[in-house]
């Protein structure tokens, strides 16, 4: 028998993540909750989950359908005008401010692939699994979500370059 | 992708844990999980004047404590092998636990009333171990004494090895049974250890 570690470490290991992944998918406010769940469902299936199995691409994948029961609660209870107010203006820098802003008004598929691939660090194949589609959608979605959040943080470079918001929001594709 | 360097940067900027944020989730998942009943042990390490304890229940009473020696990583790896991986630190489980403890190395306290969970000790050790708190506060009995207490007089050196191996020292007195000469023999937490509990029951 492979011996399956306690939990606590699991939670110490992969705790800061998923949590990172819970804010970047639905914004500070409810990530809270949805990492509660997530490691609460876990740790219920954690004595059946096979031993050697991917235990981050596990959570994220618990973290990913109790974001979802999230984002259609919040739905349920939205104001017809409210476009997230709640995610803006909660974070420390000014244009880390702006991106957060950007990443919450991405489509979901988008904003899940970039969180899965980036901020959790899950290969291609692995975020596909999340999301239930090819390793090929995955990475277009991921593609598609980091161009438009390129437009809204243009960078260094392009800061320093000082180019016309026009012209940057046109331009960069990649 | 090295050119989105500053781009994933900024966004692990943006989702950073707040200052206390993971600690106040850990302590309200181990809450939850003891409510909704799967907090199948929960541990917390406690420190004393022989080091720090890890002492760790489950939803029977405390299922053990250990010394630094026995390494900790080692123990919770091996409650998770033989009770369940579902542990957590954190819950009030081991609240009586401290407490008591605490009066106890205070000298405040001569014996403890919180509920046990036996199941890591099982045949003639067993039985051995049981027998112990029958040695009160501040004596001690002979290996070959607590051999004729648990109805095996010969046995002498098993009652060595169900002291040597008992999963709930302090609590169950293994440092109150010394050699028949009077000389203190070993411990699992350490001569030092027994020592020191020993000279705190005769103050």
Redesign the interface.
Known sequence: MVSKQPFEAVVSAHGPTVLRVCRAVLGPVDADDAWSETFLSALKAYPELPAGANIEAWLVTIAHRKAIDVTRARARRAIPAGDLPEIAGTTHAESDDDLADALARLPDKQKHAVAYLYLAGLPYGDVAGVLGGSADAARRAAADGIATLRRTYPGVAARKAAAPKAAASKGETR | MN??D???S?????????PG??TG??A??AD??QR?G??D?A?RIIDSPVGPLLVAATEAGLVRVAYTSENHDAV??S???RI??????GSARLDNVARELGEYFDGHRQSFDVPLDWRLSAGFRSIVLHHLPEIGYGDTASYAAVARLAGHPKAVRAVGSACATNPLPVIVPCHRVVRSDGSMGGYLGGVAAKRALLTLEAA
């Open positions: 050119t989105n500053d781009l994933i900024g966004l692990a900027r943006s989702t950073d844990a707040a944020q993971l989730l850990r309200r998942l939850a999980a909704d799967i907090l042990v541990y919770l790896q409650l998770a092998d369940s991986p579902r542990i957590l630190s």
